[in-house]
Antibody, heavy 115, light 111 residues
Framework: QVQLQESGPGLVKPSETLFLTCSVSGGSISTYYWNWIRQPLGKGLEWIGYIHYSGSTNYNPSLKSRVTISVDTSKNQFSLKLTSVTAADTAVYYC?????????WGQGTMVTVSS | QSALTQPPSASGSPGQSVTISCTGTSSDVGDYNYVSWYQQHPGKAPKLMIYEVSKRPSGVPDRFSGSKSGNTASLTVSGLQAEDEADYYCSSYAAGSNNYVFGTGTKVTVL
């Protein structure tokens, strides 16, 4: 069955850029839409944005100026780039398949923004 | 876009039922039947429990049911079991902006 796995640095300095990758296994990325969702510790979920394998994207308006989601179909991966990070961006970041929607999730990766 | 409103907590004894509300606007919950519900145990990723207001994915017990009236969606857990103790989040698609929005989350406690 389809599985998702996030990877990337667990610590990012303030004002720098956060970069995460989600690897899709057990199925092709060339179907569905693929999402990034985050959750600050002890808080609720926040949708960041999605990408289709064709490259079309849509982002949360509150993050749109700092977010870029890209896809690499040859590697069956999609990625998140978040610029000018602050402590408010500290969270568990999940990738998720938009099946029903969000029917399959990665295990999540904790990213801390700190100097 | 604002988060959908859920009660912070809900509780019930084993075997009882608990209903969680999720209130949005005519631009999200009230617009289309694209409301979904997620169960999250501590330290775990969310799990899809209900989609398109009332549909259950394969493997989700029929104790979980969903409904919607106007701008408010609801999740009912019948026959509460200890393993149902978790955080629950609703989500809605907002077709006008092609965005998704989540609820504030509800902690369900099994007494």
């Amino acid at each position: 069955q389809v599985q998702l796995q996030e990877s990337g640095p667990g610590l990012v300095k303030p004002s720098e850029t956060l970069f995460l990758t989600c690897s899709v296994s057990g199925g092709s990325i060339s179907t569905y839409y693929w999402n990034w969702i985050r959750q600050p510790l002890g808080k609720g979920l926040e949708w960041i944005g999605y990408i289709h394998y064709s490259g079309s994207t849509n982002y949360n308006p509150s993050l749109k100026s700092r977010v870029t989601i890209s896809v690499d179909t040859s590697k069956n991966q999609f990625s998140l780039k978040l610029t000018s990070v602050t402590a408010a961006d500290t969270a568990v970041y999940y990738c998720a398949r938009e099946g029903a929607p969000f029917d399959i999730w990665g295990q999540g990766t904790m990213v801390t923004v700190s100097s | 876009q604002s988060a959908l409103t859920q009660p912070p907590s809900a509780s019930g004894s084993p075997g009882q039922s608990v209903t969680i509300s999720c209130t949005g606007t005519s631009s999200d919950v009230g617009d289309y039947n694209y409301v979904s519900w997620y169960q999250q145990h501590p330290g775990k990723a969310p799990k899809l429990m209900i989609y398109e207001v009332s549909k259950r994915p394969s493997g989700v017990p029929d104790r979980f049911s969903g409904s919607k009236s106007g701008n408010t969606a609801s999740l009912t857990v019948s026959g509460l079991q200890a393993e149902d103790e978790a955080d629950y989040y609703c989500s809605s698609y907002a077709a006008g902006s092609n965005n998704y929005v989540f609820g504030t989350g509800t902690k369900v406690t099994v007494l």
